[in-house]
């Protein structure tokens, strides 16, 4: 053989063994992967277990060489499953598909497990290839949905018989109630199904306000307590305490659960407290005129006038808070009953030494005698408390209503020039006010609203300056905000009242000439419009507010006097 001849034989057969090397590694590569894999795979032919990998063997108890070449009977609960499933099997396979199908293996110790199965024949035209399949253990996933299952059915069971009405609302629309809630509202059967949350309430102002009121704390995942008369399908009404909470704290808008508790009972005791309160107010103002005398005419007109505003806008919150008090003096008299009933049982046995000590040591420390007397005194002077909050001055009222408009596109400016002409009475004398009014697209707010900011920024301009200052109104466009600007050259605010000032009830002028509310409110109305107010301020040189507002209006979350986003 020449050289020639033999590099070129040399040449095919190392080129043969590169050919195959891709090969072997594939097969070790396949092998390592059966071996390995995460799920159970097997192969069988004739009825017979050819081949597992661990994890088939491991999720019923063998290791792979006790089921190789074991009959697939061994892993059946019994011959009829098998056949059934084989059965079942085969029509998938005979067309060259996947068989899939949860079913029940039998464990090595006898225990059956749940399993996922995916089939596939090798060979679609000769099925005594064989087949492969995938196992997957779902005992614990089944466990769990049955888990679910019976939580279901528990939940079922309370929603049925809970003694509260429960409702759930999407869209602002009745989704679904329990017996309670059909009861309380006079539905028979689904009949209230799809209607709208509305018919739930005496006017469209109340559903409006309970919407208003319940979009800040439920767009934020928050519970929402309230309490209210709602009206019967019958046209009555009752007072109802009512409970909103989200059912996705992710989504607020997916919709609500509502728990509605019938208080009739509670505020017809809450009514007759008030008719004494009348009585008492009656005799208190009797001791009132004699002790005027003794105070400076002036200074007691201006309280007067203070008390009178505030009472009717607090007169919810303080008329439940009352109710509360009065069912916790209740609760603490029965506490008191039951403690004594222990002391009289535990004065008729005799208990060991250690244990009479313990027990003295604790009635001791609680002063439980004190408690006794003290106790009824605190939630007494407490309801008094209350009935003296009831006297806060009506400006209060005036200053609240900032829902009475509807939103739409307004002119910032022309809501200055207005506001202005308005106050123009309050002003005279005192300053001189100076318009730079920028140009500005139209704003998507509640002009109301806004004016009512407004007019409360340039009073507080004017009482700042005294007489002979100078107040300038701007306004202008930074991107997508629109601002509106109050300057004054008064008196300045201190660094230390600044952090203070939007704070409820804070006020640094004198009895009877403010509430502290005006900076609040207006802080409120701002926050709403999804805007900001800002403040700068130098003692003795005078103050700056400036209303920030997106022009296209506040986002869709945004709690709107018009537009509550969440009320059954």
């Known amino acids: 053989m020449s050289d020639t001849t033999r590099d070129t034989k040399n040449a095919a057969t190392d080129a043969s063994v590169e050919t195959l090397q891709p090969t072997d590694h594939a097969l070790l590569e396949w092998e390592a992967i059966f071996d390995n894999a995460a799920v159970g795979i097997s192969f069988t032919r004739g009825g017979a277990i050819l081949r597992c990998n661990a994890r088939a063997a491991a999720i019923l108890g063998y290791v792979p060489q006790e089921l190789v070449g074991a009959s697939v009977l061994v892993i059946h609960p019994s011959r009829d499953s098998y056949e059934r499933m084989n059965l079942e099997a085969a029509r998938t396979l005979a067309t060259g ?72 609302t999407s869209a602002r629309k009745i989704q679904r109630f329990n017996p309670r809630f059909a009861e309380m509202f006079g539905f028979t059967g689904d009949d209230g199904i799809g209607q709208p949350g509305r018919i739930l309430y005496r006017s469209d102002e109340e559903y409006a306000e309970v919407g208003r009121l319940a979009g800040p704390s439920l767009s934020q995942g928050k519970p929402f307590r ?8 019958n046209g009555g009404d009752f007072w109802a305490n009512l409970i909103g909470y989200v059912a996705d704290p992710q989504d ?7 728990i509605v508790e019938d208080r009739s009972a509670f505020k017809q ?54 109710s509360n008090v009065g069912s916790l003096g209740r609760y603490i008299g029965d506490l008191f009953s039951l403690l004594s009933a222990y002391e009289r049982a535990v004065a008729q046995v005799s208990l ?175 926050n709403r419009h999804g805007g900001r107010l800002d403040v700068r301020s130098t003692p003795g040189a005078g103050s700056s507010f400036r209303i920030w507002l997106p022009v296209a209006g506040a986002a869709p979350t945004s709690s ?9």
């Not at 399993?115 to 035209?125: I, M, P």
């Not at 040591?361 to 408690?371: G, N, S, V």
């Not at 806060?392 to 200055?416: C, P």
């Not at 709107?560 to 059954?568: C, E, L, Q």
Request: one cysteine or more; aromatic letters at 6%; a negative charge.
């Open 226 to 233: 309230h309490e209210l008369y709602m009206r019967h399908q």
């Open 269 to 322: 005791a809450e009514q007759a407290l008030q008719r004494n309160y009348g009585e008492l107010k009656a005799a208190h103002e009797q001791l009132a005129t004699a002790h005027a005398q003794l105070l400076h005419a002036e200074k007691m007109a201006s309280i007067g006038q203070l008390a009178a505003g505030v009472a009717h806008e607090i007169n919810n919150p303080i008329g439940f808070i009352t």
């Open 352 to 526: 060991p030494a250690q244990a009479e000590r313990e027990i003295a040591a604790a009635r001791e420390a609680a002063d439980i005698d004190y408690l006794r007397e003290d106790a009824p005194d605190l939630l007494r002077e407490s309801l008094e408390g209350l009935d003296r909050v009831r006297r806060i001055v009506q400006d209060l009222k005036d200053f609240s209503r900032v829902n009475e408009s509807e939103w739409q596109m307004a002119d910032l400016n022309a809501g200055v020039q207005s506001t202005l002409n308005m106050a123009s009475s309050e002003l005279r004398g005192k300053a001189q006010v100076a318009l730079a009014l920028g140009e500005l697209p139209l704003v998507h707010c509640n002009p109301g609203q806004i004016n009512q900011v407004l007019m409360n920024l340039l009073l507080n301009a004017g009482q700042a300056v005294g007489r002979e200052g100078a107040i300038t109104i701007r306004s202008g466009l930074d991107g997508e905000w629109a601002w509106v600007e109050v300057e004054d050259n008064g008196c300045g605010i201190a660094p230390d009242i600044q952090a203070r000032i939007f704070d409820p009830f804070f006020t640094t002028k004198p009895v009877g000439q403010g509430t502290g509310l005006g900076l609040t409110i207006a802080y409120g109305i701002v």
């Open 252 to 258: 607020p808008m997916r919709g609500t659960w509502w």
């Open 97 to 168: 598909g996947t068989f899939e199908t949860n079913c029940q293996f039998k464990h090595k110790d006898g225990s059956l497990v749940w399993c996922r199965v995916c089939a596939k024949g090798v060979n679609r035209e000769r099925r005594e290839r064989g087949t492969v399949w995938i196992i997957e253990d779902i005992s614990t996933a089944r466990a769990v949905q049955e888990q679910l299952r019976g939580t279901l059915r528990e939940f079922q069971a309370l929603f049925s018989n809970a003694s509260v009405g429960i409702l759930y």
């Open 560 to 568: 709107r006097g018009s537009a509550p986003i969440a009320s059954p």
